[in-house]
């Protein structure tokens, strides 16, 4: 395996981008194409023959002084001005920046929410009827939406606040907001999994890994062509980089979650302090697969069919 070379502490500590090279592309215009979009955040849009899929969508973005002292709760202009279209949204885990503006989605839209329990009781507190909500247990159990075949394996998340996973536990019973962000917690953490067929009989995986964590033996047998990686935390997770690309096999991946999501989505686009994504890219370079990777800026776009 290639040496990752030793970055300094002042590296890893910055905020700058300098060096990072963006994929810049425009949005497909028709979106018979498999594409995807980076919402900022662990949140994305696939869109293919006509249907919509959001994961993890994060727009509703507070200030730090809103999360750190504030009540929070979704903000419907914020998330509608980014979204035209929802046909279902997937949930990793149920943390405020992965799970909070699901409801608006579904009630606005009509998209069915797919989640753990966590989720589902989560967005019943705001009204999501339970015809639209759809448990992801980890089993692998497959659910249909139009051409999307959505499942799920059991995960873990990366223990980055002292050795420990921020706002632990699960949402036993619904809740109103604006509540604290210690209400959303983390609850079962999932690596969802979407597969597609852009042609007769090729078929597309993509894998959403969105806290820097995994189980290795859960990932036994699943493969993805696509994996959205998660960054921020990553180095509470031994050796996480190499042991993801060598679960999934992956020929594409495209980092998340590295963003200061405390900022508004139309602010100029800063990384979170220590999270290193220089050094993420140097981590995927250097494994003996060395898959591509395609750094999205803020409401960025990629065809997919054109990356694979």
């Known amino acids: 395996m290639q040496l990752v070379p030793r970055r300094t502490l002042q590296q890893r500590l910055s905020p700058s981008l300098d060096g990072v090279p963006f994929h810049r592309e425009p949005r497909p215009g028709d979106d018979q194409q498999l594409a995807l979009q980076w919402l900022g955040t662990a949140g994305f849009r696939l869109q293919f023959q006509g249907k919509h899929l959001w994961l993890d969508p994060h727009m509703s973005r507070h200030s730090l002084a809103e999360l750190a002292f504030g009540r929070i709760a979704p903000v419907p202009a914020r998330v509608l001005a980014q979204v035209d279209a929802a046909d279902g949204v997937l949930v990793g885990h149920s943390h405020f920046d992965h799970a909070m503006d699901a409801p608006v989605l579904a009630n606005h839209f009509g998209a069915q929410v797919y989640g753990a329990e ?4 989560y967005c019943r507190g705001l009204g999501v009827p339970e015809a639209q909500l759809h448990l992801l247990a980890g089993d692998d159990a497959v659910h249909t939406l139009g051409p999307f075949a959505i499942g799920a394996r ?17 949402i036993t019973k619904p809740f109103q907001v604006p ?18 067929e852009p042609a007769p009989g090729r078929r597309v995986t993509v894998a959403h890994v969105g806290s820097a964590a995994l189980i290795d033996a859960e990932l036994r047998g699943l493969r993805a062509d696509v994996v ?26 495209v980092p998340c979650h590295w963003d200061q999501f405390w900022r508004p989505i139309d602010a100029p ?14 981590e995927v370079a250097a494994h003996p697969s060395a898959p591509r990777v395609r750094v999205l800026p803020m409401l960025g776009w990629i065809s997919l069919a054109d990356a694979l």
């Open 154 to 170: 059991r995960s873990t998340h990366s223990p980055f606040a002292l050795g420990r996973v921020p706002y632990p536990g699960h």
């Open 179 to 196: 509540a604290r962000t210690s209400a959303w917690r983390v609850g079962q953490t999932l690596i969802p999994h979407v597969t597609l």
């Open 228 to 253: 959205l990686a998660c960054t921020i935390g990553r180095h509470a997770t031994a050796n996480f980089t190499h042991r993801l690309l060598d679960a999934l096999s992956p020929k594409l991946v």
């Open 269 to 282: 686009v800063r990384q979170i302090p220590s999270n290193d994504l220089a050094g993420f890219l140097q």
């Open 118 to 121: 966590d989720t589902l009781t």
